[in-house]
Every structure is written in C-alpha cells, then in structure tokens.
C-alpha cells in the first residue's frame, strides 16, 4: 500500500509541474511546494533513515543546545602519590596553550577543579585503593550546541582526557571507564523517530540499550537522553560521531 501511495504521489507531481510549467504564480509554487512534502512523508514512512536523518539535520542547522556530562574512572594496580599526580597535571594545564585560558583550583590535596573559558569545567580526583591507585574525571552539566558538540568533543575534552590519562598512574592492569550522558530533552531525534507513530503522551517509560561491536561498549536511548558506555576513548568518540553525526546510523 505504501508503494501504491507513493506512486500516485509521484505521479500527481508529474502531472501538476506539467501542467503548471512554467511555474511563475505564488499558487503554482505553493500547490508543487505542498505535493513535494506529501512526497517526503511518505517517504519517511517508508525509510526510518531518512526520517531520522532529517531529524538531526533540523537540530544541526538550528544548532539546538544539549546538556553533556562525562565521567572517566582509571584504576590501576600500581600505587601512586595523589598530590604529586595532581601537582603534575596542573604544571601541564597551565603550560598547554591549545586549551585555551584556565583557571585551576585546588579545594582539597586530592581533588583539582578545572576551569576552561567557554568550554567546560572539570573535577579530577586522585586517590589510593586497597591494591593500586585510581584517578576519576568529572565533567557535568556542559552546554553545547547540537552542531558544535562533536567539534567541541574533538578539540577539547578529549585532549583533555588524553592528558590526564598521561598523569595518571600506568601499568599492565590499568582499567579505563568512559561514559558519555547527552540530555537533549524533548529533541531527542531518535525517540521522535522511533515513535512518531505511537501516542506518545500515552508512553510511560523508553529506553533502547544496544551492545556494540566490543563487549565493552554500550548505547542507551532514552525518551530525553543518549548515553555512551565504553572502555575505549577511541570507540566512544567514534559512536558519538556516528550517533550525532548527519547520515549516521547507530551501530554503522
């Protein structure tokens, strides 16, 4: 039924820009303009890819702001001097001129509390365990635009974390942990595109959990968010790019 439908629909536009040509009246356009969107509808009907991308495209030109926080937990067998981890890092901060103007704090001997104008501030914390040492990063409540997010990503928080991770202590046990919480609100173009057939007002709880191509990866959507679970900071910036990404699809 949907092919017959978009047959005929693509037929009637044929038949109206034949008759109509050359277009030069304000009705002309509007009956062709109004035709090409039935077309469209339809063809997202039939394609949840192009549905959802058009999605994404709407937020991208729009640059709609999103809400980013992320957490990073490195733990390793080998034991550590907290205060001189976060001594070294922040010799390191003030010295990189790529991240721009920073403003560090110490509130405590173990935790350093980083300030990067117009970009995001960041808690680090260093401690002992009972068998090792683990260094956390915090980063919460960052607002950025759809269209910036994954240049701001690339330029910022992940050099960010690479430095970090040079500071923190290594060894043939370390253990990385990556999560990525994107809050998108009543944008969240996946679950528009997933239930735009569904009375949503009826919808009380919506949540796609999707394992990834290593076991240590996961995507979660939710009706207002989308969250990115990896030990790899490689393959969490290679999902995010693919989920927010223009043409993407999940799991690509």
């Known amino acids: 039924m949907s092919v017959v439908w978009l047959i005929v629909i693509i037929g009637g536009a044929a038949i109206f820009a034949w008759q109509a040509w050359p277009l030069v009246s304000v009705a002309d356009w509007a009956g062709l303009t109004a035709i090409l969107l039935l077309l469209y509808r339809q063809l997202s009907k039939m394609s949840p890819w192009l549905d959802l991308t058009t999605r994404k495209l709407v937020l991208w030109v729009a640059n709609t702001a999103t809400q980013w926080s992320l957490d990073v937990r490195i733990t390793s067998d080998a034991e550590c001097d907290p205060e001189e981890v976060l001594d070294n890092l922040a010799s390191t901060l003030e010295g990189r001129s790529d991240f721009g103007p920073v403003k560090l704090s110490r509130e405590s001997p173990t935790k350093l509390v980083a300030r990067f104008h117009r970009a995001f501030v960041a808690e680090v914390t260093a401690g002992l365990l009972s068998h090792g040492s ?15 997010s994954l240049t701001r990503l690339r330029k910022h928080l992940i050099p960010f974390v690479e430095t970090v991770e040079k500071h ?19 944008h ?11 009375p949503t007002a009826k919808i009380d709880q919506f949540a796609i959990n999707a394992k990834l191509d290593d076991a240590d ?36």
């Open 134 to 148: 683990e260094v956390t990063i915090s980063v919460l409540d960052t607002h950025m635009g759809y269209r910036d």
């Open 168 to 186: 923190a202590p290594s060894s043939s046990g370390t253990v990385s942990k990556y999560a990525v919480v994107v809050y998108l609100g009543d």
């Open 188 to 198: 969240n173009p996946f679950y528009r595109s997933v239930t735009r057939d569904l």
């Open 217 to 252: 990866s996961r995507l979660t959507i939710s009706g207002d968010q989308i969250s990115v679970v990896s030990g790899s900071l490689t393959r969490m910036q290679e999902q995010l790019a693919r989920v927010f990404g223009i043409g993407a699809a999940v799991g690509d």
